[in-house]
Each structure stands twice: as structure tokens, then as C-alpha cells.
């Protein structure tokens, strides 16, 4: 799985890092970060509730490797 943010929708609200601090965190700048690119399956749960949870739907999840 292929998991990113978009810079330019991200407002920084921050629920990403909240719901996994694995996974996500927030720039010096305040918008999030991913942290793990490619996460793998013990992690569909978290990517998917960071996903849903986004009021920007800044986060994407795709299937496949990270380019």
C-alpha cells in the first residue's frame, strides 16, 4: 500500500498523527507528514481511520508500492 498526504489540501487539523503516531506526524509548518510510505497490513486499520477521520481528505491510500 502506497499511503500519502496532499500538501496542498492538508490544513493540519492533525487527527492523522493522533490516530497513529507510527504512521503520521505534523511538520515544523503544522501540515502533516507521512512517516511510513508503505505500511504494511498490520496497519490497514489505522490507515483506513486516518483516512475516514481527514476533514480535508488530504490522505491517500492506494494499493501498490509508493513512487
Given at each position: 500500500?502506497?499511503?500519502?498526504?496532499?500538501?496542498?489540501r492538508c490544513q493540519g487539523h492533525g487527527r492523522c498523527?493522533?490516530?497513529?503516531?507510527?504512521?503520521?506526524?505534523?511538520?515544523?509548518?503544522?501540515?502533516?507528514?507521512?512517516?511510513?510510505?508503505?505500511?504494511?497490513?498490520?496497519?490497514?486499520?489505522?490507515?483506513?481511520?486516518?483516512?475516514?477521520?481527514?476533514?480535508?481528505?488530504?490522505?491517500?491510500?492506494?494499493?501498490?508500492?509508493?513512487?
Amino acid at each position: 500500500m502506497a499511503l500519502s498526504i496532499d500538501p496542498q489540501r492538508c490544513q493540519g487539523h492533525g487527527r492523522c498523527a493522533l490516530i497513529s503516531s507510527a504512521l503520521f506526524d505534523v511538520s515544523d509548518e503544522g501540515l502533516g507528514v507521512v512517516l511510513v510510505p508503505e505500511p504494511g497490513p498490520e496497519h490497514a486499520a489505522d490507515v483506513a481511520a486516518a483516512v475516514d477521520n481527514c476533514p480535508e481528505m488530504a490522505i491517500r491510500a492506494a494499493a501498490g508500492p509508493a513512487d
